[in-house]
C-alpha cells in the first residue's frame, strides 16, 4: 500500500539514508515535502529495506497522520510485510473507514484508504466486499480531473494492483485490464518492482486461462525486470504451468524447484492445482493428497471459498480422483459452473458412465470462456460420444477441441481422459489427426516404468489387451498363481489397485502390444 507521491524529482536515497533526509526535509521544507519523499521511495525500498520504509513512516510528526490517513494504511502494510512476509494478510485499521468516504478527504487519501479496505477483504477472502469497495474506488477514481491523476500518477499503479487483484480472486471480468494499466502506470513512473509484479500477475492470469501466447509474453515481460523474491510466486506458477501444458515435464520441475524457495502467500490454491497437474501417478499424488489436506486446514472457510481458491481446490480434486476416486471425488452436488459440470463429466467418463459425462461436458461447453476450459469440455464430451457409438459428433467436437488445443499447444487437458477414450477417439478421427493426438496424450513415459525390470515390463505389456488372465499366463509359460503374484508387485511399483490401471498407465507409457 503506497504514500502518497508526487510526479517530480525522482532522486533514490540508498538504504540507511531515508531517515536522515526525511527529517533534513521535514525540518526544512515541512512535512508535506518529507511524506512525498517517502512514496518516491516506496517501490525501491518495500523490496530492499521495507524497515527503513517503515522507520521513515514513524519519523514523521502524528499530526501527518491526522492529515493523511493514507499513511496509517502504509505503516500497517509495512509492519505486515516485516512480520511473516506475507502482505496478502494485511488488515487495514478500521478506524479510517469514515474518513475513506469524507468529502474532506483529499480525493488520492480517499482511494488509499478504500484499496486498503479491498486489501483487507481479499486477503480475508471476502470476495463480494472487496469488489463492493472496488467499483467504490473506480467511481472516485473517474472523478477525478486530469490535475488530480496527474498528481496521483506514481500513486496510481500500486492501487489499480490491488483493485485487478480483488476482481482476480473474485473471478471477475476486467482483471487482465487492471492489471495491464497497473503495469503501463508503473515503466511509466519508472517503478520497476511494481511493474513486474503487474506483469507476474497477469502472466498467471492468461496462462491459468489457457491463452498460452499471450501468457508466454507477459512471463517474458515480468522477466526482464528486476527480480522480487517476496512477489515472484505467480511468475514462476504461469511459468510451470506453461511447461506442464506443453509437456515440458522437465522443464517444469525446474520452474517448480525455483518455486520452492518463495513464499506463495495468496497463491496457495493456485499452487495445489498446478502441482496437481504435474501428477502421473497414483505414487506421485499420495504427497499431494497430504498438501491438500495441510493446506485446507491452514486456511479458512472463506479464503477456501473465495471464487478463484474454490475453482483451484475444485480443479486439484479433480487431478486426484483420477488417480484415487476412492479417496477424492471432486463432483458437486449442485453444479452452477463450466468447472462444475467439466469435474461431473470427466469422473463419469472414467468410471463408464458415458451419457452422464457427454450431458455435462456439454453443459461445461455452453457454460466456458476460456480455452483451457473449453478445450477440456470438448474433449471430455468427444471421448464421451465415441465411447456411446455416436462417431461422427464424436469427431466433429473432437475435431473442434483438437484445433484449439493446437492454436495454443495446450496439451493438458489430454489428461483428463483415461487411455481407453483417447484409443478409441483416436481410432476414429482421421488418421493424421489421430496419430497426433496419441502422439501429444503419450508424450511422455510415466517415471515408474523405469523401475521395473524387462520380465515385469514384459508381464505389463501383456495386460494391454482384454484376454482373461489365464491366456496371459499361458502365453508368458508361467502359472496364474505366478501371474497374479507377479502383478502384485507390478502393481505396487505403479502405484495401482487393478489390471485396468496399471494397462492405462502401460498405454500412457508406450509398452501397449503392437
Known amino acids: 500500500m503506497p504514500v502518497e507521491s508526487d510526479a517530480g524529482d525522482r532522486d533514490i536515497a540508498e538504504p540507511g539514508e531515508l531517515t536522515r533526509r526525511i527529517r533534513e526535509t521535514a525540518s526544512t521544507e515541512g512535512w508535506p515535502k518529507a511524506r512525498q519523499l517517502i512514496g518516491r521511495h516506496w517501490d525501491h525500498l518495500l523490496v530492499a529495506a521495507p524497515r527503513e520504509l517503515l522507520d521513515a513512516v514513524h519519523s514523521l510528526p502524528a499530526s501527518s497522520l491526522v492529515e493523511e490517513p ?24 478500521i478506524r479510517t473507514d469514515e474518513l475513506a468516504t469524507s468529502p474532506g478527504t483529499p480525493l488520492a487519501q480517499r482511494l488509499i484508504l478504500l484499496t486498503g479496505q479491498i486489501a483487507t477483504a481479499v486477503g480475508a477472502g471476502d470476495a463480494e466486499r472487496a469488489l463492493t469497495v472496488v467499483e467504490a474506488a473506480r467511481a472516485e477514481l473517474a472523478s477525478a480531473t486530469p490535475e488530480d491523476e496527474a498528481h496521483m500518477r506514481p500513486t496510481l499503479p500500486h492501487l489499480r494492483l ?112 498446478v502441482s496437481s497437474m504435474r501428477v502421473r501417478s497414483a505414487v506421485e499424488a499420495v504427497p499431494l493428497h497430504a498438501e491438500l489436506a495441510r493446506q485446507l486446514d491452514r486456511h479458512s472457510e472463506a479464503e477456501r471459498e473465495a471464487p478463484a481458491n474454490r475453482r483451484y481446490l475444485r480443479a486439484a480434486r479433480l487431478r486426484l480422483s483420477l488417480f484415487r476416486p476412492s479417496v477424492h471425488r471432486a463432483s458437486p452436488s449442485d453444479p ?94 482421421p488418421a493424421e489427426v489421430g496419430a497426433r493426438l496419441l502422439t501429444l496424450a503419450y508424450g511422455q513415459r510415466a517415471p515408474e516404468i523405469g523401475s521395473l525390470t524387462s520380465r515385469q515390463a514384459e508381464i505389463l505389456r501383456a495386460l494391454t489387451d482384454d484376454r482373461p488372465l489365464a491366456e496371459v499366463a499361458a502365453s508368458l509359460y508361467i502359472s496364474v498363481n505366478t501371474l497374479k503374484s507377479a502383478l502384485k508387485k507390478i502393481y505396487g511399483i505403479l502405484g495401482v489397485n487393478s489390471r485396468q490401471q496399471a494397462a492405462d498407465i502401460a498405454r500412457r507409457s508406450g509398452l501397449g502390444r503392437p
Request: glycine share 6%; proline share 3%.
Open 162 to 273: 490491488q483493485w485487478a487483484r480483488a476482481m482476480d480472486v473474485s473471478d471477475r471480468m476486467g482483471a487482465a485490464d487492471e492489471y495491464e494499466r497497473a503495469y503501463e502506470l508503473a515503466q511509466l513512473t519508472d517503478q520497476s518492482h511494481l511493474a513486474r509484479r503487474a506483469a507476474a500477475h497477469l502472466a498467471w492470469l492468461q496462462t491459468s486461462q489457457g491463452h498460452l501466447d499471450v501468457g508466454e509474453s507477459w512471463i517474458g515481460r515480468a522477466g526482464a525486470l528486476e527480480s522480487n523474491p517476496r512477489y515472484d510466486a505467480p511468475l514462476y506458477l504461469a511459468r510451470a504451468l506453461l511447461c506442464i501444458d506443453r509437456n515440458e515435464f522437465e522443464s517444469a520441475a525446474v520452474e517448480f524447484a525455483r518455486l520452492s524457495v518463495l513464499p506463495v502467500g495468496e497463491y496457495w490454491a493456485a499452487s495445489l492445482w
Open 70 to 93: 493514507g499513511l496509517v494504511v502504509a505503516a500497517t502494510y509495512l509492519q505486515r510485510v516485516l512480520i511473516d512476509g506475507d502482505p496478502s494478510r494485511f488488515s487495514h485499521d
Open 336 to 429: 452452477s459452473t463450466s468447472l462444475d459440470h467439466l469435474v461431473i463429466a470427466t469422473e463419469a467418463l472414467h468410471r463408464g458412465a458415458y451419457r452422464t459425462s457427454a450431458v455435462h461436458g456439454a453443459q461445461a461447453v455452453d457454460r466456458s470462456h476460456t480455452p483451457r476450459g473449453l478445450a477440456s469440455a470438448l474433449l471430455v464430451r468427444a471421448a464421451a460420444l465415441s465411447s456411446l457409438k455416436q462417431t461422427s459428433h464424436a469427431v466433429d467436437v473432437g475435431l473442434q477441441a483438437q484445433a484449439l488445443i493446437d492454436s495454443g499447444r495446450l496439451y493438458s487437458p489430454y489428461r483428463l481422459l483415461p487411455a481407453g477414450s483417447i484409443e478409441r477417439l483416436a481410432d476414429q478421427m
